[in-house]
């Protein structure tokens, strides 16, 4: 166990959710981007969930509301 309490195995749950749940969102249309660039649901995965992970999630709305984009961006310390 880790210093969160998370062990190896949820932080793996996790992973597998989200990247089910990002594949499912491409599906339907939605665009993932990675620090501005286009990215598949495996690199947004890998780079967003992991311990102590610099990278915040965005969700952007289109005119009718629905999610159109997530972009996952580094998060920096000023």
Do not use: C, H
């Not at 949820?10 to 992973?15: Q, S, W």
């Not at 947004?44 to 952007?60: H, I, L």
Request: charged fraction near 25%; proline fraction near 3%; charge should be negative.
């Amino acid at each position: 166990m880790n210093e969160k309490g998370n062990t190896a195995e949820e932080l793996n749950a996790v992973k597998e959710n989200m990247l089910l749940q990002l594949e499912q969102m491409r599906q339907s249309g939605v665009a993932l981007f990675v620090d501005g660039r286009s990215a598949l649901p495996g690199e947004a995965v890998s780079k967003a969930v992991r311990e102590n992970s610099p990278y915040m999630a965005d969700y952007v709305l289109g005119a009718s509301g629905m999610i159109e984009q997530v972009r996952f961006d580094r998060v920096t310390r000023w």
